[in-house]
Every structure is written in C-alpha cells, then in structure tokens.
C-alpha cells in the first residue's frame, strides 16, 4: 500500500469533474493508492454545473433516467437511487428533473470519497486560469492568487459562453440583452411584460421559452435554419446493432449509409429514433476515420440535422412547447438578425429578411461557443499560448490520446494533464451527455492513477506539494 499522497487537481466540479473525481477515489480504494484529489471550481454546488444547477422542477433532463447511471456497468445506480429518495415516484423511462441529477452526483462522489483507505477529497472554490509544466508535474496559476502543484491535472471544462459575434453592437451593453441565459439570476432580470426575441431554436431556446412565455407575450425565436429538437418517443425502443459504416468510403457514403439505416429502422420498428440511437457505439469511431476536411464538412453542412435529432426534447417538454406555439405564445421560424436599435423601454430588431420586430429584450440561446480559439477563456488561452495543448483537427477542443490526456503542440514536452467531456468533442464529435461522460471518467482516472503509479515506482513524482493549497487549510470535503 503506498502512504505517500500523490496529488491530482480535478479542474471543474460539473458532472464530468466530479465524475472523474469519484473515479479516482473508487480507484484508489480498489487498490490502496494514496491519491489527494483536490476538485476546483469556483461554483459553490459539485456535481451541478450548468447544465443541474437548476432547481425548477420543469427543467427536465433530456435522457431518460434509465440511461443516466454514472457507472456504465451499473445502469440501475441512477433509478436505485431514485427510489431511495423518492420511493414509486419516477420510471426508467422518465425524464426526471434536472437538479435531482446534480444530487445524485453530488451523493456518488460523497460515497466514494467515504471508501476506507488513504485516498482523500477536498474541494477547492477558485478558478485555474493558468498552468505551467513543474519537473514531472504541473502548477496551476489560481484565480484569487497563489498557485497549486499537483502530481496531475484533469481538464473537466464543460462548455463555455455562446458566441457574441453576432450581436450587433447597441445591444450588447443594453440591459435588455442576456448574453447567456444559464448565467444564475439572468431570465430573472428580464422584463415581466412585452414580447421577447429569442436567439436559437435548440434545446436552451425550448427551456427559455417554457420559462418566459405567458399569456399577453408573444416570445420570437430565430436561427439560421429555424430546425428545432425533435422529440423523444413516448415509450421505449428496442435496442438494434448499429449499421457496418466504412468511412474510409467518405463522408457521402457514410451520410448515405446512415440515412439508409435510419429509414430501415423507421420501417421495421415503426421509429426512425431506433435507428439513430444505434449509432451511439460506432459514432466517434466513424467520425475518427473521416478527414479532417469530411469532418470540416459534417460540421458546416450536417451537424444541425444530427443534433435535432440526436440530442431531443422530453416528451412532456416537447408538448408543453407544442401547446405554446398552437397558442400562438411562442413563435419559430428561420431568421438572422442583422442590427438592433435599442430605445429606452424596447429593442427594435431588423431580420435580414427585412422584417422588423420590437421586443422587450433579446436572450441569446445560441448554446455555447464551440471554437476553441474564440472561447475567451483565461485557462484555455494560456494554454495554447504554452503549447501544453494544441487545437484538434477541426478546431472544437484539444488534441488527446484515446485516453483522454493532452497532447502538446509541436516541440512541446507533454504534461501530466487530461481533458474529457466537451474538450473532446473534435476528436470524438459526441462527447457532453452523460452515457459518453462516465465512460471518459473511468477512463481518464485509469490512465492517471496508471501514469502516477509508474512515477511514484520510478520514483519521480513531488515529494513535497508546495504552493497555496500548501499555505492554505484544506477544505474539507465535508465542509463545504
Ligand atoms: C441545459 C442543459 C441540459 C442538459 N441535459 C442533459 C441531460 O439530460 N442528459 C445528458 O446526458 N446531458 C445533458 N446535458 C449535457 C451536459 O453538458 C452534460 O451532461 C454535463 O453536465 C457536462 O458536464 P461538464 O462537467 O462537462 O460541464 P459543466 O457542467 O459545464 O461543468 C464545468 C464546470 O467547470 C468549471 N470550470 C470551468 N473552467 C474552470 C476553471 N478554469 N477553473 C475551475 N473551474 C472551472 C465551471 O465552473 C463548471 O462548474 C445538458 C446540458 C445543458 C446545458
């Protein structure tokens, strides 16, 4: 058993940090490693991020609870769960609410950080917004001061603010304009009254509508391509194997092959659903096998298709929307907006299509912003800037190896860090829901504790933590 602590900074305490976290610990467990997890995040709950922070009981998740456990090989931990705490009230097939989830997380990590052994949690509430390669390890520049060494870092980002590069600029400073609508507080400070315009028709447009729209207001929602988030099924599929797809044939092919199984699948089972849930093991393999210039294409001409059909609505959401646009409360259509004028109690938008619409303010749900050389975020900046890591082939995160650790850009050492979740969306296309998430968590800690363990045999890793987690108490876990 090793009694010396090794020392990992978990970076982001959303589900895919706190994921990774409970990983690491279960690890440690399972074989007596001596790991000091540390999980920084300047946001106060752990487990939530954006996407479980929420308390409203209509914000619902978009999977069904079945296929949210955080452990792919226990599929009921997630339901099990759910009946401790609300015993008889939610099916596997429910779309439970989406704060219940950050719970479960929350819970998941508490019982793990509680396995006997040497392993030890603590929660750090800063932000990283730089790091450095240190001998064998890594030091991470903090947000409120000082800097943290650790033996390994985990990349745990989630996604970042949508784009602002549209807004035209009288609206952006206005207060009638809410540049991301999962900022705490933001659709609370939206007038109570007049009609709203909002940017984006994907599935954070459908929650902001559901919340905004009443009797007496009209909400406007526009995109590019006006396509909005099919919705689930009502009841379950039955599970089919995913088509055999070459794509070394290229993307026509594969994008052909594809619609031919859906339509299979539509005819035999009933439910084109079928089909495009089959795609779910073979489609970060497909996506691999394509040229950067395919998936280049997929991305500008494809990927809107994909993702209203692969990421959608629940049922009831769906139909609670559905109502409000027969209402006529919500309204959906194409649209881009070309300048905004904005007046002491209206905003008056002009479309490109020449229509003009006046609004009591704009909420951009546009999602969050994909290329990783716009992001505008302290951490991600300095970390190209460094070279520790280097774009992927199409430009949406960082290049890694299958299991999840930084590779640098040319030149540069490696660095002990990793990344999972959003960060690896360019090489894997799928890779922010849960079902892809604990897979990449389980991973990512195994080839972590696998690195550390060979270092601490070689006997290279720090031997002394230093710097301002070293200066400061430990949070304790419990304490937060
Ligand atoms: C509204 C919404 C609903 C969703 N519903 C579902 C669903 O039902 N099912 C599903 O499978 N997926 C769903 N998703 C997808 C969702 O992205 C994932 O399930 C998951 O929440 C992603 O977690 P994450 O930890 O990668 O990112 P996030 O939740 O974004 O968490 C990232 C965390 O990292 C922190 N952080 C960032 N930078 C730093 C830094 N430099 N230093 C310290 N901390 C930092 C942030 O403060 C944040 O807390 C939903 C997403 C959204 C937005």
């Known amino acids: 058993m090793t009694t010396n602590l090794q020392r ?33 995040d300047p946001c106060p709950g752990t487990g939530r991020g954006t996407a479980y922070a929420t308390s409203a009981g209509h914000h619902l998740l978009n999977v069904p609870a079945g296929r949210m456990s955080a452990f792919a090989d226990a599929p009921d931990h997630f339901t099990a769960w759910l009946e401790r705490r609300a015993p008889g009230t939610f099916a596997p097939g429910d779309h439970v609410p989406r704060g219940l989830y950050g719970a479960y997380l929350d819970d998941v990590l508490t019982a793990a950080a509680a396995r006997p052994g040497p392993a030890r949690l603590s929660r750090v509430r800063d932000r990283v917004v730089a790091a450095r390669r240190v001998g064998p390890g890594v030091s991470l520049r903090l947000d409120g001061g000082g800097t943290f060494r650790a033996d390994a870092a985990v990349l745990a980002l989630g996604t970042f603010p949508p784009d ?9 400073p206005s207060a009638r304009y809410v540049a991301d609508p999962w900022t705490p507080g933001a659709l609370a400070a939206l007038p109570e009254e007049g009609d709203l315009l909002l940017v984006g028709t994907g599935l954070t447009m459908i929650d902001v509508a559901l919340a905004v729209h009443h009797p007496g207001r009209r909400v ?10 099919r919705a689930h099924a009502a009841s379950a599929l039955p599970a089919v194997p995913p088509p055999a797809v070459d794509p070394a044939q290229g993307l026509t092919t594969v994008r052909r092959t594809l619609l031919a199984h859906v339509s299979a699948c539509r005819r035999t089972h009933g439910d084109w659903r079928v089909g495009v ?19 280049a294409r997929f991305l500008a001409t494809d990927q809107r298709l994909w993702d209203v059909h692969r990421h959608r609505a629940p049922v009831t959401t769906a139909r ?6 027969i209402a006529g409360r919500i309204e959906v259509g194409p ?27 704009v909420v951009n749900c546009t999602g969050p912003q994909a290329e990783i050389r716009r992001v505008g975020d302290p951490l991600v900046a300095d970390l190209l800037a460094a070279g520790l890591a280097d774009p992927d082939d199409v430009g949406l995160g960082f290049r890694t190896t299958a299991q999840g650790r930084l590779r640098p850009a040319a030149g540069a050492d490696p660095a002990p860090l990793w990344t999972l979740g959003a960060l690896r969306r360019g090489s894997l296309l799928e890779s922010t829901a849960i ?24 006997g290279t890793r720090h031997d002394t933590p230093r710097g301002a987690t070293a200066e400061r108490p430990h949070l304790a876990y419990a304490e937060r």
């Open 8 to 40: 990992v900074a978990v970076v982001g305490a959303g589900a895919a940090g706190t994921l990774t976290a409970a990983h690491l610990l279960l690890r440690a467990a399972e074989q007596g490693l001596g790991l000091d997890v540390h999980l920084v």
């Open 164 to 172: 602002q590069s549209w807004v035209p600029a009288a609206l952006r």
């Open 220 to 229: 406007h929602a526009v995109s590019r391509h006006g396509l909005l988030p």
């Open 277 to 295: 849930d089959s795609l779910r093991p073979v489609t970060a393999t497909v996506w691999q096998g394509l040229t950067p210039a395919e998936r």
């Open 320 to 325: 609670a929307f559905a109502e409000a646009v």
């Open 335 to 361: 649209g881009e907006i070309a300048d905004a004028e904005v007046t002491a109690d209206a905003v008056r938008v002009r479309l490109r299509d020449g229509r003009t619409l006046d609004v009591a303010a």
């Open 435 to 458: 079902p892809e998430i604990r897979a990449q968590a389980q991973a990512v800690a195994a080839s972590v504790t696998a690195v550390l363990d060979a270092a601490h045999r070689a």
